[in-house]
């Protein structure tokens, strides 16, 4: 009899947690998380676990992300293609004599190039040098093929101050869909290196826009 209700016991037990909902786990229960310089404090934390667990990104080693080193040219395209599913690209002729087929970036920039999603220096991509938060704009906005705003002013001072309109174009875009919300209240920072932790927290939320389906709720 002990043995039958213990057997009842964790039947019920199973039945009730496979009803439970899954946005109740926690990033813990959720994530697997290798990296010893991710703590749950981390701002960007839910967002490099989510992406890490489903290989769109990695890590600077086996144990580490590094989320507050810049991130590289060659890193935002190599994630960006992984988030697009770009990266069964099998062409051969590459644009840029700086990323050889045998480089780790081959794939994702020959295929984020062919899509027009971004550009080089000529005939070099430079993969090694850093790219700032204005530039990953451009590449989310084309990218996820937003639609882009026609809004030349933004709730940010220091993005007004910029004479591209088109890039103050694809930052009002990432606003519009929820996908930042600056650095501050009025500031943008388009200057700015991009972290690794602020690719990943970028990419996280355009990703869930493309998931959702959402349609831009304001414009400013």
């Known amino acids: 009899m002990k043995k039958l209700l213990y057997t009842s016991f964790i039947i019920l037990a199973l039945f009730v947690t496979a009803m439970l909902p899954v946005n109740d786990l926690s990033v813990e229960a ?14 960007h934390a839910k967002a490099i676990l989510s992406l890490y667990n489903d290989g769109i990104i990695t890590g600077t080693s086996t144990t580490t992300y590094e989320p507050g080193k810049s991130a ?10 992984n988030a697009l599913g770009l990266q069964e690209n099998t062409e051969k002729n590459g644009t840029f004599k ?15 190039t062919k899509a027009g999603i971004v550009n080089g220096y000529g005939d070099e991509f430079r993969p090694n040098a850093t790219l700032t938060r204005a530039q990953l704009s451009k590449m989310l906005t084309i990218g996820f093929e937003l639609h882009q705003s026609t809004q030349t002013k933004t709730k940010f ?54 998931s959702d389906e959402l349609t831009v709720i304001s414009v400013e």
């Open 98 to 112: 700086d990323v050889p087929s045998s480089s780790i970036y081959y794939q994702a920039v020959t295929a984020l």
């Open 157 to 210: 001072t220091d993005v007004n101050k910029l004479t591209d309109g088109a890039t103050k174009q694809y930052i009002q875009t990432l606003v519009d869909y929820g996908i930042t919300k600056g650095t501050t209240a009025t500031t943008f920072s388009p200057n700015m290196k991009l972290t690794r932790g602020q690719l990943a927290t970028f990419l996280f939320n355009a990703i869930n826009v493309a």
């Open 72 to 81: 590289t040219r060659g890193e935002a395209a190599l994630f960006l293609a």
């Open 30 to 43: 959720a994530a697997v998380n290798p990296f010893t310089d991710v703590k749950d404090s981390n701002s």
